[in-house]
């Protein structure tokens, strides 16, 4: 969707292939996950259909704010939560409903897994300014370019001593690679990241306060670290 030539240092299907057969995959993928989800019942068949009804009103959010330089941080967040918490907290319900767990137990992996969706998507946010397009696998800075303005970038747009108007003043429109970089430059030169890396230790709070609900063991103890080593990842330098 965000029509980037590379992820994960490849080219993407659209780039290699083209729109139309990319569009086809994503649709035959689709239907065979809900072939597989009807399979494991009508429970885990309607979460999943539900679950695609989120992520659509997530990238819908999105789209309504494209180059939306007066983005809330209210619709940011309710665009992630849709796009992309809600598919890690669907895993790991139908996860544990697959496995047989009670109830209060299926709900607890649930807030967890919502959770670190959040921690993940503001992770993403961050790397795409602060990394290098090597280091990502796709173009650095290809969110502001796109028109999409993340947390760190709104957070940057809210400064005073003519920061955020400076920021402004580049972006609403697409960015040519010099206007990119120059809008990167700001980005980092400020606190606009550590700002949005701190929004994330709360949803990383959250996940860690789950967990104290799950029985104690070896893989409590792993989803209990990793919504903190994934933070910890996007600001260590490489």
């Known amino acids: 969707m965000d029509e980037a030539d590379t992820r994960r240092g490849v080219e993407t299907v659209n780039a290699k292939w083209g729109n139309l057969q990319a569009i086809l995959a994503g649709d035959f993928l689709l239907a065979r996950a809900s072939e597989i ?14 679950t695609i009804g989120w992520l659509c009103q997530g990238e819908v959010e999105q789209l309504r704010h494209t180059y939306d330089t ?5 619709s940011y967040l309710s665009s992630i939560n849709g796009k992309t918490a809600c598919l890690y907290g669907t895993a790991a319900r139908i996860g544990a409903i697959v496995a047989g767990l009670d109830r209060p137990t299926v709900d607890t992996l649930t807030e967890w897994g919502n959770a670190f969706g959040m921690v993940f998507q503001i992770v993403d946010d961050i790397l795409d300014i602060t990394n290098t397009s090597e280091g990502l696998g796709k173009p650095a800075g290809h ?7 993340t947390l760190p970038v709104l957070r940057t747009l809210a ?12 972006l609403g429109k697409p960015l040519d690679l010099v206007e990119r970089d120059k809008a990167l430059a700001i980005v980092r030169a400020n606190e606009g990241v ?8 709360r949803f990383v709070l959250e996940a860690e306060l789950a967990c104290d609900s799950l029985p104690g063991g070896p893989a409590t103890d792993a989803l209990r670290a990793a919504p903190a080593a994934l933070l910890e990842s996007a600001l260590t330098p490489a």
């Open 37 to 50: 989800a009807a399979s494991l019942g009508t429970e885990v068949a309607g979460l999943l259909a539900r």
């Open 70 to 74: 007066d983005r809330s941080e209210e």
């Open 143 to 149: 969110d502001m370019v796109e028109g999409v303005y």
């Open 159 to 170: 400064m005073d001593h003519g920061v955020g108007e400076e920021l402004k003043s580049l």
């Open 194 to 201: 550590e700002s949005a890396a701190t929004s994330a230790r």
